[in-house]
């Protein structure tokens, strides 16, 4: 069964520092990991979406890596401002299942 | 605009009362699936359809029902609600293995 970890659980920063959150996950035969943001309450946003041949991603100020073979996934956010603060949650697709597999999420509060 | 529309945001109803939670997805995705999500739980699975017509039960299927009489509709029928299904719930959809998945903005449901 496929587990998905992410550390930190939470992350609190000065506005201006670059983010780093990690994901690792137990069974690399996978179709696609993905990075979601989720606001309070509110719904999931994907950010990025990596496919396993990918090595990374990037949108914007938001850089997504993919280390398959180690089972890890990093997220990189430049230059962090308050409106950033979310918990962020990757998604691993295991290769022949249609259920994302979901770490518990980390939360990311900027300060202004 | 690409979307997975979920109805009712917010629900409160009572125990035993029969309800159904509305989901539709404009971008033709063949699968869709039900989550739901919970403090210190993650999300978790509770159903998913890979076409109109097959549907299967995901992680936590008990008390709820789907079916997909339509390609763009999915709705989550909870056919007598109890306090444990307190909870936040999302809808997804996706394309094949090389696409990510859209949720819904999610539905707050409170059995009392």
């Known amino acids: 069964k496929q587990e998905v970890t992410q550390i930190p659980a939470a992350l609190s920063v000065p506005e201006g520092e670059n983010l780093v959150l990690n994901c690792s996950f137990t069974d690399s035969a996978i179709y696609n990991l993905q990075w979601f943001r989720q606001d309070p309450g509110k719904g999931l946003t994907s950010l990025l979406l990596i496919q396993s041949s990918q090595r990374e991603q990037t949108s914007g100020r938001l850089n997504a890596s993919l280390d398959k073979s180690s089972g890890r996934s990093t997220l990189y956010i430049a230059a962090s401002q308050p409106g950033d603060s979310a918990t962020y949650l990757c998604?691993?697709?295991?290769?022949?299942?249609?259920?994302?597999?979901f770490g518990a999420g980390t939360t990311v509060t900027v300060r202004a | 605009e690409a979307q997975v529309t979920q109805n009712p945001r917010y629900l409160i109803t009572v125990t035993g009362k029969k309800l159904t939670v509305t989901c539709s997805q404009n971008?033709?995705?063949?699968?869709m699936s039900w989550y739901r999500q919970d403090p210190g739980l993650g999300l978790r699975q509770i159903y998913y359809s890979m076409n109109v017509e097959v549907t299967d039960k995901g992680d936590v299927p008990e008390g709820y029902k789907v079916s997909r009489k339509e390609k763009r509709n999915f709705p989550l029928i909870l056919e007598s609600p109890s306090p444990n299904q307190t909870s936040l719930y999302f809808c997804a959809s996706g394309a094949g293995a090389n696409y990510g998945y859209t949720f819904g903005s999610g539905t707050r449901l409170t059995v009392v």
């Open positions: 998604a691993v697709r295991p290769r022949g299942d249609y259920k994302l597999s």
């Open positions: 971008m033709n995705h063949e699968y």
